[in-house]
């Protein structure tokens, strides 16, 4: 089977996209369910449609678009990604592994293939955790990582419930009904950028992912004294930006001097409470995140992340409190679809590479509902979740051949 990517038409859907955006081009900037992020899905519903696919959406918001089998009692293999974006973003994260997953299976049905098991493209909802700050939101509900109950009472910044918000989306049923069965899906593949440098650096086109970091979220929040920044003297502040820099640099050399590259710890937000030049710092909040494809060493590190946050607040004199935003468990990529894309990626003659995702996707809990693998594309100096992200036409077209390779021997089985 030899298919056509039609990279001239993806790329003018990439680039159309791209359009529907918050932020001034080239940044992209798509909260979940905005008005901006309803009239991008129904762009893209378009699409699904004109491609000949059965479209629906479920309760959550997660799109769904469906090409059928010659066998309907077969469970389907999927693709996809998110078309949701961070806040002056770029426009390939995610979207490439939506239109490209369109792409693929349009150029299937270019070829002449006739799939055994359908084939379901997927767009998640809120992959980001802009809106709602849990990540991964309609694939956690369809793995069952999060509770349609739960769910419900995530509650944005303006206080709007996502039990009341998701309606927006149009999709029928309840959140609880969200949840795949264990056999919805045979096997599930995303395409996606790379997101670092690894790819572009050693020159190979594909990568192919064994194993998915996971990610762990700390909240600390550190109560000293404030006070006018002239009047109070040294000896008697409590100031509560001191421990929550001096917590920054502790998680950073928690993370370095652990002796492995797999473990990243990262403070990335701290907010300080007046933010007034002429006044101490009464109240910090810092947010932190923690990851590694090894979760009982990710484990050993919050733990000592938490010890320090508290010994540094008694340290400052500061009310301290520590809580645990999220705690996820690494992925490991199914072996056999990991052969399939590696010979998806032989017989197209193009070089590839195994390695580990740093960045978690969608793809980390649609691997606690069925087999699944992803394929990674390089992006230029490897630079994402900002406007110069970029990805160009040429390894676009190359991830998608795979892609669709990888899908028509899936579905043949």
Known sequence: MESTVDIAKLSAELEHLATFTDAPPPAVTRVMLSDTDLAAREYLMRLMEEAGLTVRIDAAGNLFARWSGTDPHLPAVATGSHTDAIPHSGRYDGTVGVLGGLEAIRSLKRSGHLPRRAIELVMFTAEEPTRYGVGCLGSRLMSGAITGRKAEKLVDGDGVSFGDFHKRAGGAGTLEEVRLPRKHFRAFVELHIEQGPRLEASETPIGIVTAIAAPASLRVTYVGAGGHAGAVLMADRRDALLPAAELAVAVDSTARNLGTTDTVATTGV????????????????????????????????????????????????????????????????????????????????????????????????????????????????????????????????????????????????
């Open 270 to 413: 701290l907010d300080v409470h007046p933010r007034a030049v002429n006044s101490i710092p009464s109240r910090t909040y810092l947010e932190i995140d923690v990851r590694d494809v090894n979760e009982s060493r990710r484990n050993n590190v919050l733990d000592v992340i938490r010890h320090q946050a508290q010994a540094i607040g008694d340290r400052h004199r500061q009310e301290t409190t520590v809580e645990t935003i999220n705690a996820d468990a690494p992925a490991t990529c199914d072996p056999q679809i990991v052969k399939v894309i590696e010979a998806a990626a032989d017989e197209a003659q193009l070089t590839s590479s195994r390695m580990i995702s740093r960045a978690y996707h969608d793809s980390l809990f649609m691997a606690q509902v069925c087999p699944t693998g992803m394929i990674f594309i390089p992006c230029r100096e490897g630079l994402s979740h900002c406007p110069e992200e970029y990805a160009s036409p040429l390894d676009i077209a190359r991830g998608v051949q795979v892609l669709a390779a990888t899908l028509a021997r899936l579905s043949s089985e």
